[in-house]
């Protein structure tokens, strides 16, 4: 059989995205989209108080609608291990940990007859007082264990103390952020199916593998039982990382009725049951030189989590590798709330943390006299300042230098409220950014079929990412031929071990098992090794290459200018202007990579003027709960954002040399925007959002 092999490489070719086309004609098919036979709705029914316990259910009134099969509940409902997610423990006691948790699950024929029956049961509730708001001065913080990802609560470094005492300029400042939702496009949906002793799930996830695993142990179910699909998901920003309640009460409503049920969240109800970026408190210590040089950084962080389960984002963690200290101390304290449960979202810990300390090195650079990049790459350092350890590679100096470049930094009058232009105050800031570059181990297998095509499967997410067009490419170059001969198949945790689509460590986590297997599926074929009727298969598991990489320090970095104009009248808020340049290792796809990075500072832009989820101290409640109220950033408040790469080989990462860049476009860019604010009107921005009332001048 002849071969065709390919004579130009596939990455770096900006490669529309293969699936393109599937979902601007609709056949894409999303979890809400699967139609199975016999296929039933779960409408869920969430809790009216902010803590107390359900002393009665009267469930009557909806059993008797037609078309209601059964109700779910604490009576009823199948038996769960207490695997520590408290937030998947469903109807296992009468607790209410939090307004809007499941108290009941309605299963109708249709979801318009299910929600009619969920507004139809009658809940008794033996309310307790509840403690819902957050305040950096709350009574209840504590040091935890550890933050997120399991990293250290607090670092100490040399005599932070005694350096800030004798530095010549001192810079100590507060800063806080809001909460904050991840508003996925595509709400969270879960359908659940059993068939020959095994329960295929079609759900809204960043892991399948993952969910597969904690199902399994959640129910006690054999392995291999569950089978999760997720072929497509409209955006996650994080909040899809983990499995939710809706995928929990699919299967419990499957187990219980003997049909596919399928349990689609409300936009409200995402509110409550899937995650949000805590808010944070954080406090700032810089001494330096006159020069600016630092001679010590202290970041302080606060922040929310639940009486559920312990979450503390990594605030302070940023200031762990960023600029160069001797004396360096960084901590966290979390009060845990009747609030639901904070999770991940985009650039959990970096994106708050970096604009405590961005934010803080702009008024450094102002006390010194120092232009802000010039301060930047004076503190700039080849280790890491918490470990020691060497980078793999930091270009840090270059973003800089190259953004100045891009946005036309040169030549900028320093002194702030001086530029008027109209009704408006103009002014530019910068920030720098990083993101840690991590690899997990990964399952990946590559098939030679007889026709001439190849499958490689893999189970990847693909979460509008562009990873699927990624992957494919990196497939062809590995196996040498066009990237239409092969097929790239996601999303199914019985593809075995994956990493998830998080922490910007998808691709480069599988991209090396696909490269690997692909590699040696083309030797196999070189070498003559027939070709079986169902395929010639090679397989890849990277576990043992990827702990035995050595002990260095992988970060991409990046760097962001900022342009704003304030109205003197009403404070509203423009950013005429964005740029970002990153040194993100490899770039497989240029054309998705600058999309996820325009995606990550429009993201940035929302978070630093618009974006706060408001909590009802009476209700505990989110009072803003829906798109209209929760405000995100649209076409009319982006303007034009330039996005530019600087060249990072980097040969300690994975073989494809990627770091990853779903979030670091947005680490920096509220510092970037809250410093070109002050530069515009001479007013510090220490609080997000910067909304009208807090930018009048």
């Known amino acids: 059989m002849t071969r065709t092999w390919q004579t130009a490489p596939a990455v770096g070719h900006p490669l529309t995205r293969i699936e393109g086309l599937d979902k601007v004609t609709g056949h894409a098919r999303y979890a809400g989209d699967i139609a199975l036979p016999g296929l039933v709705h779960g409408w869920v029914v969430p809790a009216t108080v902010a803590r107390g316990r359900v002393r009665a259910l009267d469930v009557g009134a909806a059993l008797a609608m037609p078309g209601v099969l059964a109700v779910l509940h604490r009576e009823n409902a199948p038996r769960l291990a207490d695997i520590g997610e408290g937030t998947l423990f469903l109807f296992q006691n009468d607790r209410v940990p939090h307004h809007g948790a499941p108290v009941a699950l309605v299963i109708a024929d249709t979801p318009e007859r299910a929600r009619e029956a969920a507004e139809r049961i009658r809940v008794d509730y033996f309310e307790e007082p509840h403690d819902v708001l957050f305040r950096p001065d ?50 969270h949906s879960s359908t659940a199916a059993w068939a020959e002793r095994r329960v295929t799930v079609f759900t809204s996830t960043q892991h399948a593998f993952g969910t597969a695993r904690t199902l399994t142990r959640l129910f006690g179910f ?42 689609t969240l409300t936009r409200p109800q995402l509110f409550a049951l899937t995650g949000y970026r805590t808010p944070t408190a954080q406090r700032v210590r810089l001494g330096a030189d006159a020069d600016g040089r630092l001679v010590a950084l202290e970041h302080r962080a606060a922040s929310q989590t639940s009486t559920l389960l312990e979450f503390t984002e990594q605030s302070a963690s940023y200031s762990r590798a960023m600029y160069a200290s001797g004396n360096l101390r960084t901590s966290h304290r979390v009060v845990a709330l009747d609030v639901p449960t904070p999770r991940w979202m985009r650039a959990p810990g ?20 120092v232009d802000p990049v010039e301060l930047r790459l004076r503190n700039d350092t080849g280790t890491e300042p918490e470990s020691g350890l060497p980078f793999s590679s930091r270009r840090l100096a270059d973003c800089l230098r190259e953004g100045a470049r891009r946005f036309g930094w040169a030549g900028r009058d320093p002194r702030p409220a001086a530029r008027r232009d109209g009704r408006w105050w103009r002014g530019t800031g910068v920030a720098g950014a990083h993101y840690p570059a991590r690899t997990a181990p990964t399952v990946a297998h590559a098939t030679a079929l007889r026709d001439g095509g190849y499958v490689v499967r893999v189970g990847a997410a693909d979460i509008g990412t562009g990873a699927r067009t990624a992957l494919t490419q990196l497939a062809a170059d590995a196996l040498e031929v066009p990237v ?16 998830v689509a998080g922490g910007s460590m998808g691709t480069a986590s599988w991209s090396w098992p696909v490269m690997t297997a692909c590699h040696d599926l083309a030797r196999r074929l070189a070498s003559g090794e027939p070709i079986p009727p169902d395929g010639l298969t090679s397989t890849f598991d990277s576990t043992e290459a990827v702990g035995a990489r050595r002990d260095v320090a992988r970060y991409a970095f990046g760097a962001h200018f900022a342009e704003v104009a304030v109205d003197v009248a009403t404070g509203e808020v423009r950013v005429p202007r964005l740029t970002g340049v990153y040194a993100v290792g490899r770039v497989v796809n240029p054309l998705t990579a600058r999309s996820q990075l325009v995606g990550g500072m429009t993201m940035g832009l929302s978070c630093a003027l618009l974006e706060e989820s408001m909590m009802d101290a009476g209700t505990g409640d989110f009072l803003n709960h829906n798109l209209a109220d929760y405000h995100v950033a649209t076409n009319a408040d982006v303007r034009d954002l330039d996005v530019a790469f600087v060249d990072d080989p980097d040969d300690e990462l994975n073989p494809a040399g990627v770091k990853g860049l779903g979030e670091i476009g947005i680490v920096g860019v509220p510092a970037a925007i809250a410093n070109a604010m002050w530069h515009a009107t001479g007013v510090r921005q220490r609080e997000l959002p910067i909304n009208p009332a807090r930018a009048a001048l």
């Open 484 to 499: 239409d001969q092969v097929r790239l198949l996601v999303g199914d945790s019985d593809f075995g071990l994956a990493q």
């Open 138 to 187: 709350h009574p209840g913080l504590y040091e935890p264990d550890h933050v997120n990802p399991r990293l250290p609560t607090v670092t100490d470094k040399g005599d932070v103390d005694a350096a800030l005492a004798g530095a010549a300029v001192l810079v100590d400042g507060e800063y806080r952020t809001p909460a904050q939702h991840n508003n996925a496009m595509e709400p």
């Open 350 to 369: 970096e994106a708050p943390g970096s604009f405590g300390l961005e934010s803080a090195m702009d008024e450094l650079a102002e006390a010194c006299g």
């Open 222 to 263: 054999d392995p291999g039982t569950v089978h999760v699909v997720s072929e497509h998901v409209g955006g996650g920003f994080g909040n899809k990382g983990l499995p939710r309640p809706d995928v929990v009460l699919a299967v419990m409503a499957a187990t219980l009725v003997g049909r596919p049920v399928r349990v």
